[in-house]
Each structure stands twice: as structure tokens, then as C-alpha cells.
């Protein structure tokens, strides 16, 4: 399947050169926040330090709450949520652990908050380089999870994770992960659409009799015991299943509204449609793979990439259709899962468990790369990529989780 590009700038549209935190800040600014909360953690805080800017200059009205940590940050907006205010807030690596109780009864509140998640590795050893672990945290939780790899589809990815979330037959939260400084804090050339247009395509927050307000009494984070726990797990995962859904309506009307947008919202394919070789990946691990790729395909070898957008939810179904024609798939992980299956990152075996009653299953192997920071090397695309043609010849996985690009 080939890349779907954006149609040409529209006239009404403004060209920006600004990283992917001030891409995020300047959709929130257009679809016209009313409550964030902040506190400072590298690499998501300029997210806040933009939106904080666009409040100081009259661009945007809304609350800004600096909290005393990621605890009450957390805290604060998903009450504000329940009164019917849009929120947004974030965090990275340990603070994002450190809010842990409040992501843990946001789903079941079924709060539609958006959340930034500046990918961050995990202390210690501390560094503020790039891995998935920390927005991996709530993968089974019912937060929806989705990997952006520019500042355009950042912004246009905020957006859509509004309407998603905040779709009645949702109503979930949806952590979005920008991989820290490769993303939250490079710049490029953004559209930017007018307001009329993000009005056009996302309504206002409403929601409904589940308004928490005097005038409606409810219940909200209610002692259910045996009594009613295993059917609001239920619900949960009814409404993430109905997000299947919700997400492809929402992609096709961004298309229509705002003239460009990927046709498959789960996934980008590139160089895909001949490919013998898939490799996978998520966020901007993309850009090496990309290049490594092109020069391969200089070569001779044939070689595609699937960059996955949505973790969660997964996109099974689209996903085995893209990779079952490959005579070998290569999944290269920026996070791990010590003592998992195979030893492999999480990535790799949501694959294999999607791919496990595909009628055809090519050779997979697992890769763990990139962590804590550190570059993805055209080497290491290479070295991923010259195994899995080694396995597509023998027809045989290679059981081993390889670690690209460490030093012995």
C-alpha cells in the first residue's frame, strides 16, 4: 500500500516551523481548552511552556494550574473533566509513574482526558532520552494509545484524539506519545488550519447525564465490590472495542474537512506493496528505517516498514493483512519486557499474538534498539534487516530478542 501525502497547503492555512510540543499546543489552542494542569518534567514540559505563552498573549482562554506534582496534576483534570471541561495535562517517564493511581481510575470514570506522554526512560539509570516504557504503563488499563512521528501529525493527531475520546460511545482517555526530544523538541514546517475549520470538525464537549453537577446527582468512583466490578471492566471494554469505529469515522471526516490525512488511521506503510522483508516500528524510530530502506532498496533488497500510530486500541485485523505477504517481518522495539515471551519487547509480541491464527505467518524476529536515546544507526537497520532475509530463506523464526547497537 502506498504512503498517502498530504493534499497541497490551503490557502487558509498558516505554515509554522515549531517543534511537536508547540504543534500539540497549537491545536489545543484551537479546539479551545478550558482546564490544564502543569508540572515541569523533561521532555514534555514545553508542551506547557507553549500553551502557557498562547494563555499569556490572549490566544487562549483557560485555566492554567501549575500542581505540586504529577499526582494532583492528574487529579485535578480529570475532576475538571467530569464537570464538563476539556482538559489536557501530561508527563514523562517517572512522573508519569508517579501519577500511576489517578491513570489507573480514569478509564473506569470513563474520563476523556488527552494526555501528552513526552517518551522518557525510566530511572534509574536516569537520562532523558527517548522509550516507550513509561506510556506502556497503562497498555492494559483502557487508555487509549497512539505513537506520532512528526509535529504535523502531532497536531492533527490532537485533534483527532478529542473527537475520538470524547465521542459518547467512547468516552476513554488517550495518552499521546511524542518520543521525547526527537520529537517534543525538533522543528519543521506545520500547517496550521483556521479555527473554522477545527470547529467544523470538532463539536463541543457534552457529556450528557454523566455531568457531574448538583442539579444531577451521580455517583463517581463508587466502592463496588463484587457487586459490580466485572461488569464495569465490561463496559470498559465494550467502549474500547466501539473506538475501532469511532477512529475511522473520525480520520474520514478530518479528510474531508481538512483536504489530507492517511486513509488507514492504524498504521503508515512505506515501500510496502513488493516488500519480502516488513520491518515495524513505532514513532520516530520511522526516520532511520525510512532511509535504511531506501538505500537497501538501492540495492536490490526489497524491504518495507510498518510504523504503527494506535497501540491501543490494536489494530489486529488491518495489521495481519499488511504483514502476512511479507516472506519475513522484523520488529524493532524502543522499550523491553524483562522476562517476557522470548525475551522480547512489547511490541514484537503483540505482533506475534496478532499474527498467531493469521493462515500464513512469515518468520518474526524481535529487535530492541534505540533506548535510553540513543540512535537507531543505519547499521542497526541493516544488521535487522540482512537476519530477516536470513530467516526468510530458512522459513525459521530466530527465538532470540537481539539488542541492535550495543556495546560488548
Known amino acids: 500500500m502506498a504512503v498517502t501525502t498530504a493534499a497541497p497547503a490551503a490557502s487558509d492555512e498558516k505554515e509554522l516551523l515549531i517543534s511537536g510540543s508547540e504543534a500539540v499546543a497549537e491545536a489545543l489552542a484551537l479546539a479551545d481548552i478550558d482546564v490544564v494542569t502543569a508540572y515541569p518534567i523533561r521532555p514534555y514540559d514545553t508542551v506547557m511552556q507553549a500553551i502557557a505563552k498562547k494563555i499569556a498573549n490572549g490566544q487562549l482562554v483557560a485555566e492554567y494550574i501549575v500542581a505540586e506534582g504529577e499526582h494532583s496534576q492528574f487529579e485535578i483534570v480529570k475532576h475538571a473533566s467530569t464537570v464538563g471541561a476539556r482538559v489536557f495535562c501530561g508527563s514523562s517517564g517517572v512522573g508519569w509513574a508517579y501519577a500511576m493511581e489517578c491513570l489507573v481510575v480514569t478509564p473506569p470514570l470513563r474520563v476523556p482526558m488527552l494526555a501528552l506522554v513526552g517518551n522518557r526512560a525510566l530511572d534509574d539509570p536516569g537520562a532523558f532520552g527517548v522509550e516507550h516504557n513509561d506510556a506502556l504503563f497503562v497498555r492494559d488499563l483502557g487508555w487509549m494509545l497512539c505513537w506520532i512521528d512528526s509535529s ?3 497536531l492533527d493527531t490532537t485533534l483527532i484524539g478529542y473527537r475520538v475520546a470524547e465521542d459518547r460511545r467512547v468516552f476513554l482517555p488517550l495518552a499521546l506519545s511524542a518520543d521525547g526530544a526527537f520529537l517534543t523538541h525538533s522543528q519543521a514546517l506545520t500547517l496550521v488550519p483556521p ?39 465490561r463496559q470498559n471494554d465494550e467502549a474500547m472495542k466501539r473506538a475501532y469505529g469511532v477512529i475511522e469515522e473520525a480520520y474520514a471526516d478530518f479528510r474531508r474537512v481538512f483536504g489530507r490525512g492517511p486513509e488507514n488511521p492504524w498504521f503508515e506503510e512505506y515501500m510496502t506493496d513488493d516488500a519480502e522483508v516488513i520491518l515495524v516500528g513505532m514513532g520516530t524510530i520511522s526516520l532511520p528505517i525510512k532511509v535504511g530502506i531506501r538505500n537497501m532498496r538501492a540495492r536490490g533488497k526489497k524491504v518495507g516498514l510498518v510504523r504503527l500510530r494506535w497501540f491501543r486500541p490494536f489494530p489486529t485485523e488491518r495489521l495481519v493483512a499488511a504483514l502476512s505477504g511479507a516472506r519475513a517481518i522484523g520488529v524493532i522495539d524502543r522499550d523491553y519486557s524483562f522476562g517476557s515471551p522470548f525475551a522480547s519487547g512489547v511490541v514484537a509480541n503483540e505482533v506475534r499474538a496478532a499474527m498467531y491464527n493469521a493462515e500464513r505467518r512469515p518468520p518474526l524476529l524481535s529487535f530492541i534498539s534505540g533506548l535510553g536515546g540513543r540512535e537507531v544507526t543505519l547499521e542497526d537497520v541493516d544488521k ?16 532470540k530478542t537481539h539488542w541492535l547497537g550495543v556495546r560488548e
Open 152 to 154: 504535523q501529525e502531532a
Open 195 to 233: 479555527r473554522e475549520k477545527v470547529d467544523r470538525f470538532l463539536p463541543r464537549y457534552d457529556r450528557g447525564d454523566l455531568l457531574l453537577h448538583p442539579d444531577n446527582p451521580i455517583t463517581v468512583a463508587p466502592q463496588a465490590n463484587e457487586d459490580w466490578v466485572i461488569e464495569i471492566r
Open 384 to 399: 535487522a534487516a540482512d537476519m530477516c532475509f536470513a530467516a526468510a530463506a530458512s522459513g525459521k523464526s530466530d527465538t
